[in-house]
């Protein structure tokens, strides 16, 4: 099967990266053509080089708006040609253009349960709200701020000892698992974004997101 060529945005450290990379080692056929940051200490930017991966940095703070970056965060990923960006812990609130330019190939991965908290500190918020379920989602990115349509979601119990640090750890290692599925779905052909921003997969308009537990093969 051939590759679909992909780019990756970060901020940090990458471990969602990794597992991308490492899928990519295996069998998912993608071809990450580069990794974008926007931090130019991002850890996730040596993964990169550790797999021969271009990197390319852009400093929002060399911008004077968000949409002057915005610009030049598209051309340079263009530049690329890819057909899937993949937003991966890349921690900018994006201008309505550039989200509407990558509309139905733009994927972002959430550390919650969407709709559930949506924005920052999600580990957080779901102890002080008493969820006794917590987790990750993968979804399409839309103009709406982490509210695009979700794809996939794997959930974890809450523990009663939990912190917010013991709590990410058993949701970062669920995004482990549906990102690169997510994204597997998208380079077979699987996955799409449909003229009504429904989700379609396999044929099917998902009704709400697939949970890992029983996803389809
Ligand atoms: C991940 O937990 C990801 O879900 C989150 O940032 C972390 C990045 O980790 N993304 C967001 O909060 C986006 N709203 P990583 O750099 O190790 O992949």
């Known amino acids: 099967m051939s590759k679909l060529p992909v780019v990756v945005l970060i901020s940090g450290g990458g471990t969602n990266l990794q597992a991308i990379i490492d899928a990519a080692k295996e069998d998912l056929p993608v071809e990450i053509r580069a ?11 040596e993964r990169a080089r550790r797999a021969d991966i271009p990197v390319a940095i852009l400093e929002h703070r060399q911008f004077p708006d968000r949409d002057g970056f915005d610009t030049a965060l598209a051309r340079l990923i263009d530049s690329y040609q890819p057909q899937l960006v993949l937003l991966a812990g890349f921690m900018r609130i ?4 550039f989200v509407h330019h990558y509309h ?8 919650s349960l969407l709709p559930d908290f949506q924005g920052l500190h999600t580990h957080q918020r779901a102890l002080e709200a008493e969820a006794q379920k917590h987790g990750a989602s993968v979804h399409f990115v839309t103009e709406e701020l982490d509210g695009g349509p979700v794809i996939v979601q794997a959930s974890v119990p809450v523990l009663p000892d939990d912190d917010a640090e013991t709590l990410a750890a058993r949701v970062l290692q669920k995004e482990h698992v549906i990102y690169p599925l997510a994204v597997r779905w998208f380079a077979q052909g699987r996955l799409s974004l449909n003229g009504r921003d429904q989700v379609v997969l396999d044929g099917k308009t998902l009704n709400s997101p697939v949970q890992l537990e029983r996803t389809p093969a």
């Not at 994006?94 to 253009?97: A, I, S, Y």
Request: aromatic share 4%; net charge positive.
């Open 104 to 111: 139905g190939r733009m994927l972002n991965i959430h550390p």
């Open 35 to 45: 990794v974008i940051s926007n931090k130019v200490d991002a850890y996730g930017l």
């Open 94 to 97: 994006l201008t309505p253009g």
